[in-house]
């Protein structure tokens, strides 16, 4: 009898369909859904039925059923229970596992879907029972267990229940305790805090106090003194728990084997426990004292599985044992845990993929000349491919090992290694928020031990030297990932080797010497997907070497072939010819096709011989799973962590992350010294032990990373918040510091070495959650390489004619793709260099090129600016600072840490170079003297503006899944700019406090215009004009300009990002001109916020066209009624209040008790905005525009503005650059620029009132 999903209860249909959880509670022996709100919540006296569905990485679903068993629940619902969780499972499929549940026994699994944890309550009402729902708030102490998920239980609240070795949760109606026990782990102590967190949250509405108490703590402490009172008073704690501990395991007379038929059990004989004894028409159950299986025949029906669940319900009843876990499983479809309990099981078989059979058939077809197009589907090779999650563009340097030397390869050799050697490689980056490194192992298959040995402790001494700074790999051939295809891009595998101890080991083992050799008979194959991340394999020169689905070259002499294999895509061959262009460049080459070679093809392999179709693939990545770790005596244990994130990083502890293909071995901050040297040993004992049953191979590559150094190829396997592990102390102290601080971690400032050439960023703001963004550099060319100060310095270091000259073309991120469909992706190798630590001396490092000047325009003027003006020369300021700068120069050189050498022994190719040098940053060793030579710029200038260059801007998600973009400087000051309107939501100061006012309902939806921040008003002011109120500009979707003309900036500007519009088809009807709006936001070293916006005519018609504008900037303060704005007294003004009626300011400042919206007319470019209350005045700059407007809508008009909240009027004020009395007119080809600068700076008192004159004069 079989079981579809129609047969279920009407509750339970339709379940399992995507990933997440379902949870039914039984009433009255049916099923009842639990809405999601109230997931997590369980009564005592009920039963539930929790379904957790996941989706797999190939996109199939997998299912595990949990039944759990209130500690009041009957026998009889129990059973009910357990036979409904079969019927499920028949309905999925018949593939999921289940589990039972019984209250305070649960499985890590479970518990892990209710993190922190679950604290059942009294009452239920499958038993009969109501629900409890105390009128007052009842003391409860509570203990809790557990390193990485907290097991709970409500113990007496008595003081003879504490202890040492436990952590209790006192939860009173105004104050939350922790008491920690003194022999407790700090692991279960911050777990804990977990819980308290829950209890507040849940218990209290998040309202009540915290407080954490030490076990050894006297009365004299405040907290100490508070918890012990309600005791009754100190006492000495008893050596020994006074509760029982139910968990700890019962013995076991070993494991059993009962065949389960018509709800009775016979016991199995066996000497040793094989899979063989198990039959696929019965099911069996395996007792292992706590832990309980039954297995399930895939040929057995519904009724045997429900009576074989029947029986093991019966064994919890008649035996005396402690409520052991059981699990339910059907045969194919057995755990890990399971699986581990037999002496033998064989390797689980995998299902061949359809298309490959289908492969075979058509390349047979093929070499008989038939037509098969159509029969085979191919696809993109890229397709098949991980993602690499590194940046390609970084520096790489790379060594062959030859014994305890280290042989540093040309640029161009960098990608060619030999089978027989050993090499290490050092790779540095731009990361998201620093610069990144990484440092790794090739280890070659014909590779000596003794060669392997010294290249790992090599690149061990190298990340240490760093600080471990670095993340570390070790690979081994033919097992590579594709981080490190992606650094290698063109990579070569020769056969043989050329190291001392290779060479050595042939010798003495009479082993043919294979060693490539260029003018012999070789065969590669070529693969890969795409110009980033193409290999050449050298392989045995036979025929059975070629494959369908592959290309080749193959040389002898001077005879060059290229072979194509018929299932092979025009992808494919490119990539070969581009391989021929590094293998054998300049050769006559003769092009094959399976199926039309020549004899002479054949007699260089030996012969034709059968060869197979099927593609060569690397196994796939596969769902990680995360295991803690403890190393000891060479006795490795390891425990999963189920549905983990990123908190479940102990910083005590050593994590190891297995995604099948590679391994990440993860070290906290706080593990023992002693055990980081271990760290290797640890993931080669993980994958011999191979933990999940899964054949992991010895050769599989395993990366090291130590906490705060996470690469981004980690990281993408949780939500990850870089700012946690920048704080200070073990894991107990970080999460009390994130409870006591309101969520603010506690920064640690930990002293690091930033690289000479770092593009390292400056640290995001802490308090903000930041959320995995991709950052943006036009300053980095896309291609292999450095900044342009580094390749400027390096280019002297090194022959031209020496470099990879096969270097692919420039790879656009498929993310500003994404983000920029209509403008396509900008072409990052014509971006201009921006970033302001090296633009002001471009010149210096690269040849001269003219840049021209614009001219701003005055004030008020409607006239157009022409393009450029004559650039204006160096004043006698700028000299003087020159002159300072290279005096500091000179007296600093001496404090210098490093030694100098003359510049002839730091050249790549010197005959006598220093020795124990860093080989990244050679210039660092110049002196004084040759530095300015050479480069014509002091040293000490040079140096620390590369060491401070950083990308200028962040893109990243924002609300409503909008992109933005996030600009941040040194000190945590950040803007943040939509793309949609080019709208500044956000300028927040080095406190983090925000200095923009957004309004409390602003809407975040196209079209609706955004309430608050900076709207740009564009083409039109209001409603001075037949278009939308404000024009169109502030509610389109703007691009990033990747091109823009140059624009002076302020030298100390280290983020910014130009942005663009253009009109659309619609815009062209509602306003007929075509312009191009060009804006640049940015964030100065001091926090100053500036908006440049530049509009041309590009109407090629010859129609001029005329506009108004307005910067509708929105200020946050703390009081409206304390503000006043100084700079606009004795002006003109229009007040729209009154018809645009014209008057006379009369006030010696302008204060606000009521509604207040006026045009003020020719204006100073500086206003003015005290905030008495915040101590604080904002400072408006602005060129180009002529007037300014004030508004703010007070009570009444503030409950007619939908997006706008009834009490905001009290913390915002308008104060808007504008040109509105006379608009700007531009003929075609003409560009008019108006710039806003915007400033916060404490405010000063003279005789009780605000004085302004140091801003304002």
């Not at 599985?305 to 402690?322: L, N, Y």
């Not at 908190?647 to 980081?676: A, N, R, S, Y």
């Not at 040098?917 to 210039?923: G, V, Y």
Request: hydrophobic share 35%; proline share 6%.
């Amino acid at each position: 009898m079989t079981f579809s999903m129609r047969d279920l209860d009407q509750a339970l249909q339709g379940c399992g369909q995507k990933s997440g959880i379902e949870i039914w509670r039984i009433e009255s022996f049916k099923p009842v859904a639990v809405p999601k709100e109230s997931h997590g919540k369980f009564f005592t006296g009920d039963s539930y039925i929790v379904l957790k569905t996941t989706s797999s990485r190939n996109g199939s679903l997998h299912h595990d059923i949990h039944y759990w068993l209130g500690k009041d629940s009957s026998q009889d619902e129990a059973g009910a229970v357990a036979v409904m969780t079969v019927e499920l499972d028949s309905a999925l499929g018949g593939r999921a596992v289940q589990y039972r549940e019984v209250q305070g026994h649960e499985t890590e699994k479970f518990l892990s879907y209710f993190k922190p944890c679950i604290i059942p309550q009294e009452g239920g009402v499958a038993s009969g029972f109501n629900h409890v729902k105390p009128e007052e708030h009842q003391t409860r102490l509570y203990v809790c267990k557990g390193k990485h998920v907290v097991r709970v239980k409500e113990v007496p609240f008595a003081r003879s229940t504490l202890n040492h070795e436990d952590v209790f949760i006192l939860d009173t109606e105004s104050k939350i305790f922790q008491f920690s026990g003194s022999n407790s782990s700090i692991q279960e102590r911050a777990k804990a805090l977990e819980v308290v967190q829950y209890i507040k949250d849940t218990y209290h509405d998040g309202k009540c106090d915290i407080a954490a108490v030490e076990d050894g703590r006297m009365m004299a402490d405040a907290e100490a003194g508070e918890f012990w009172g309600l005791f009754g008073g100190f006492a000495p704690l008893p050596k020994k728990p006074a509760f029982k501990n139910d968990d700890t395991s019962a013995e076991s007379d070993g494991i059993k084997l009962f065949s389960a038929e018509k709800g009775k059990t016979e016991p199995v004989e066996f000497e040793t426990l094989e899979k063989e004894l198990l039959d696929t028409n019965k099911c069996y159950i395996l007792d292992c004292g706590l832990e309980l299986f039954v297995w399930k025949g895939r040929s057995t029906s519904i009724d045997q599985r429900k009576s074989a669940s029947e029986a093991a319900e019966e064994f919890f009843r008649s035996s005396d044992r402690p409520k052991s876990n059981l699990v339910s499983l059907m045969e194919g479809f057995e755990t890990v845990m399971f699986r581990s309990k037999f002496d033998s099981w064989p390797a689980t078989s995998t299902v061949a993929e359809p298309q490959q059979g289908r492969g075979k058939v058509a390349a047979l077809l093929q070499r008989q000349g038939v037509n098969v197009q159509g029969l085979v589907k191919t696809s993109a090779a890229s397709k098949d491919e991980p993602k690499p999650y590194i940046d390609g563009t970084g520096n790489l340097q790379v060594w062959r090992l030859n014994g305890e030397e280290k042989i540093l390869l040309e640029a161009a050799d960098q990608s060619k290694f030999y089978s027989g050697d050993c090499y290490i490689f050092q790779y540095s980056y731009p990361g998201e928020d620093r610069e990144e490194h990484l440092v790794g192992t090739w280890l070659g298959k014909e590779s000596v031990e003794e060669d392997r040995e010294s290249a790992i402790s090599m690149a061990s001494k190298m990340v240490e030297s760093m600080k471990f700074m670095p993340a570390q790999a070790r690979i081994y051939e033919g097992k590579e990932p594709i981080q490190f295809f992606v650094i290698m891009q063109s990579f070569i595998t020769f056969k043989g080797g050329r190291s001392d101890a290779f060479k050595k080991y042939i010798a003495e083992n009479e082993v043919p010497d294979t060693t490539y050799d260029a003018e012999g008979v070789a065969l590669f194959r070529v693969q890969g997907s795409g110009p980033e991340n193409m290999q050449a394999i050298q392989i045995d020169a036979v025929s059975t070497g070629l494959n369908s689905s592959h290309c080749y070259i193959l040389h002898g002499g001077s005879t060059v072939f290229t072979w194509c294999g018929n299932l092979t895509s025009s992808d494919d061959q490119a990539l070969m010819e581009r391989m021929l262009d590094l293998i054998k460049p300049n050769e006559h080459t003769r092009a094959h096709k399976e199926g039309s070679e020549t004899d002479q093809f054949w007699e260089l392999l030996g012969g034709k011989l059968e060869y197979p179709s099927q593609k060569i693939k690397k196994d796939g990545e596969s769902d990680p799973h995360l295991f803690s770790c403890t190393f000891s005596n060479e006795n490795l244990k390891a425990t999963e962590i189920f549905n983990f994130v990123q908190d479940d990083l102990m910083t005590e502890d050593i994590f190891i992350l297995d995604c099948h293909t590679e391994i990440f071995v993860w070290v906290g901050q706080q593990v023992d010294p002693k055990k980081k040297p271990q760290v290797l040993a640890i993931g080669e004992k993980f994958l011999k032990q191979d933990f999940l049953l899964e054949n992991l191979a010895s050769e599989t590559p395993i990366y090291i990373v130590t906490e705060g150094n996470e690469p981004p190829f980690f990281t993408r396997f949780f939500t990850w918040d870089s700012s946690k592990s920048a704080m200070h102390g073990n894991s107990y102290q970080r999460k009390l510091a994130l409870l006591t601080n309101k969520g603010k971690p506690l920064l640690d400032k930990p002293k690091r070495r930033v690289p000479v050439y770092s593009s390292r960023s400056s640290v995001p703001d802490k308090s903000q959650p930041r959320s995995r963004s991709m950052t943006f550099s036009p300053d980095r060319a896309r291609v292999r390489g450095r900044s342009p100060a580094f390749n400027a310095l390096a280019a002297n270091f090194e022959n031209i004619n020496t470099r990879n000259q096969s270097t692919p073309p420039p790879m656009v991120s498929p993310l500003v793709r994404k983000l920029y469909p209509k403008s396509l992706a900008p072409d990052l190798t014509k971006l201009a260099p921006k970033s302001a630590a090296i633009a002001a001396r471009t010149a210096l490092f690269e040849q001269s090129r003219p840049t021209p000047q614009e001219t701003p325009t005055s004030p008020g003027s409607s006239e157009a600016t022409n393009e450029a003006e004559a650039s204006k020369p160096t004043t006698e300021e700028e000299s003087m600072s020159s002159i300072h700068e290279d005096s500091k120069e000179e007296d600093g050189e001496e404090d210098s840490n490093l030694p100098t050498f003359p510049y002839e022994r730091l050249k790549i190719d010197a005959e006598d170079p220093p020795s124990d040098i860093d080989l990244t940053k050679r210039e660092a060793y110049m002196t004084s003297a040759d530095f300015k030579e050479k480069f014509e710029m002091t040293k000490i200038s040079a140096l620390s503006s590369m060491a401070t260059e950083r990308p200028p801007f962040e893109l990243a998600k924002g609300l409503n899944g909008l992109d933005k973009i996030v600009l941040r400087e040194s000190r945590s000051r950040s803007a943040e700019v939509y793309l949609y309107g080019a709208h500044v939501t956000s300028w927040k100061n080095e406190n983090g406090e925000e200095l923009l006012y957004l309004s409390s309902k602003a809407i975040f939806k196209p079209p609706k215009p955004i309430r608050g921040g900076i709207p740009l008003c564009f083409p039109q002011f209001s409603n001075l004009g037949a278009l939308e109120s404000h024009g169109f500009a502030r509610n389109r979707f703007w691009e990033v300009d990747a091109s823009p003309p140059p624009l002076p900036t302020n030298s100390a500007s280290n983020a910014f990002v130009d942005l663009i519009l253009r009109p659309t088809e619609d815009d062209l009807k509602t306003w007929p001109y075509n312009f191009e709006y060009r804006l640049r936001v940015a964030l100065g070293s001091e926090g100053e916020l500036t908006l440049t916006s530049r509009i041309r005519n590009t109407n090629s018609d010859g129609k001029p066209f005329t506009f108004t504008f307005a910067y509708h900037t929105y200020f946050s303060v703390s009081d409206i009624s304390e503000v006043r704005v100084e700079g606009l007294e004795t002006l003109d003004y229009l007040d729209n209040l009154k018809n645009r009626e014209r008057f006379t300011e009369q006030g010696d400042a302008i204060t606000f008790e009521s509604e207040i919206d006026k045009i003020y007319l020719s204006t100073p470019t500086k206003i003015a905005i005290l905030d008495h209350e915040k101590k604080r005045t904002f400072v408006v700059r602005k060129d180009g525009l002529a007037d300014a407007v004030v508004w703010n809508p007070w009570d009444k008009k503030s409950k007619t503005i939908s997006d706008l909240g009834d009490e905001d009027y009290k913390h915002m004020l308008c104060v808007e650059a504008a040109a509105v009395e006379r608009p700007i007119t531009l003929k075609p080809g003409e560009e008019w620029k108006g710039r806003l600068e915007l400033s916060a700076v404490p405010s000063s008192y003279s005789s009780g009132q605000l004085d302004p004159r140091r801003v304002l004069e």
